[in-house]
């Protein structure tokens, strides 16, 4: 196991297989592109420029994939957003609503391709269980399966009747369940440092340690121009990849973010015996609620369970309990297991819950609030953005168009919108 003194503590920092150190900027450079952010959408986007040959300039303020892309629970879920496509259907045209479930499966086919071409030693495994815990929750699933028998969803995928759920999950909470192979899950961080590596090898200048403090457009006349604490880079076009740990440096785009919190723990290994049959397709799981429990066994056979650490969405600074509570709530047998990791991270909402992709100028682009998901989306997100600055992409200008609500970014307000918009949700759960 690696030590780390920059990375919050976790499971994923513990086991990271790549202990690369890139520089911190300390001169004036030019590039063709600089990205700010070495998260999913930030690594994505300057994956598929430099394999163009674009030159690439990537700032990161702390490390690689230090944001929620090193942190998150690794499951890997199809789809760009929420109901994207009736939302689309809806604001734009049928055809819009067809092409956005499209992109939405190729998520998944995206950052499949790139870990397979790129051999990512990322603990990649397909198998996804949605469950459900309420009759209604299972009236959802069924209208899901539906869905996907109709758009023909690539994959297996079985509805899991209720005698037949202890095939799938060592627990009694559950009514149902869909399986599917199409999703599955995966070792975040190394996923997000093997990416680095690929980077540097195509040439891409990496620059850790290097936060951007004042950002100003490229206009006709002048490039835009990215200062950091102690050099500066000059860029024909700039990509915003800090999500939800921007915060001041890009006000324009704060107002579409609300920040939340997830958070995460990590067991002590199991015996095979109870990881087998606690979870014995070795799937990644999660219910159908709005504040969902999510969890999947590590390589090592930790129960990684993840969830709201607080009912408001805010950080605390011990979420443990609270999740250990709601693990044994589920798995009453693992009472008495130990906790090796604790930790959180900020992810970025949106009204719509709809990830915002668009541009701020001509030359300015922007990625971030992928409400929850993002292993997947952030990859399509990237391809997007770089299809949209060399070659131009419809797709891009497509779900541009799906704007959210803006939040004032005020503390307060947004507390507010967040928990009115996260408890009215539950409470449509019992109707
Ligand atoms: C606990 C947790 C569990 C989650 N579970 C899942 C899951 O199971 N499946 C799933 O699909 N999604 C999950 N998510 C959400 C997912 O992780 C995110 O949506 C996704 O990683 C966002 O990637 P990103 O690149 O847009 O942003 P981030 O990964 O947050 O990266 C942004 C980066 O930008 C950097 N940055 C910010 N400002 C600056 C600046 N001024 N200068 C330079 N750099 C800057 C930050 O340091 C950070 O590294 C989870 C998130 C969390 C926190």
């Known amino acids: 196991m690696l030590e780390s003194t920059s990375y919050p503590e976790s499971w994923y920092t513990a086991t990271r297989n790549l202990d690369i150190n890139y520089p911190a900027l300390e001169e004036e450079i030019t590039t063709d592109v600089c990205i700010i952010g070495a998260g999913f959408s930030g690594l994505a986007t300057a994956l598929f420029l430099a394999e163009q040959g674009t030159n690439v300039v990537l700032i990161e303020a702390e490390k690689i994939g230090w944001g929620a892309s ?16 009736e939302l689309l259907s809806k604001t734009i ?7 956005a479930w499209q992109l939405g499966l190729d998520c998944n086919t995206i950052l499949k391709d790139v870990i397979h071409r790129y051999e990512i030693d990322c603990d990649l495994s397909w198998g996804y269980l949605r469950l459900a ?13 539906e869905t996907w028998n109709k758009r023909e969803m690539p994959g297996k995928t079985t509805f899991i009747e209720n005698r037949v759920l202890p095939n799938y999950i060592g627990s009694s909470s559950y009514n149902a369940g869909v399986y599917s192979d199409f999703d599955g899950h995966l070792h975040p961080l190394n996923l997000a440092l093997g990416e680095a590596k690929v980077l540097n090898d195509l040439g891409v200048r990496i620059f850790e340690d290097t936060m951007a403090l004042n950002i100003e457009d490229a206009t006709q006349s002048k490039k835009a121009r990215i200062t950091t604490p102690h050099g500066i880079v000059n860029a024909d076009t700039l990509v915003l990849c800090g999500n939800a740990y921007l915060d001041k440096a890009e006000p324009r785009i704060r107002w579409g973010l609300i920040p939340g919190y997830s958070c995460m723990i990590a ?13 014995p397709q070795n799937t990644a799981v999660s219910d159908m609620r709005t504040v969902l429990d999510y969890y999947r066994l590590s390589r090592d056979k930790r129960m990684l369970w993840g969830g709201l650490g607080h009912w408001s969405g805010n950080d605390t600074p011990n979420p443990g309990p609270h999740l250990y509570a709601r693990m044994l709530k589920i798995f009453p047998e693992l009472e008495g297991a130990k ?17 915002q992709i668009g541009r701020l100028a001509p030359s300015t682009y922007y990625a971030q609030a992928y409400s929850g998901h993002g292993v997947a989306s952030c990859h399509l997100s990237g391809k997007m953005i770089s299809d949209a600055i060399l070659v131009g992409s419809e797709d891009f200008e497509m779900f541009s168009k799906l704007l959210p609500i803006k939040v004032p970014p005020i503390k307060l307000v947004q507390q507010v919108a967040r928990a009115w918009g996260m408890n009215s949700r539950r409470m449509m759960e019992w109707f």
Do not use: C, K
């Open 70 to 85: 090193g942190r998150n629970g690794g499951q890997i879920v199809f789809g760009y957003g929420q109901n994207t496509s």
């Open 93 to 99: 045209s049928i055809e819009a609503g067809e092409r």
């Open 133 to 145: 815990m309420t009759s209604r929750q299972e009236r959802h699933l069924h209208t899901m399966m």
């Open 267 to 279: 067991t002590e290994s199991l015996s095979d015996e109870t990881a087998h049959r606690l979870i």
């Open 339 to 355: 906790i090796d990791y604790t930790w959180s991270g900020r992810i970025g909402i949106s009204s719509n819950l709809n990830p």
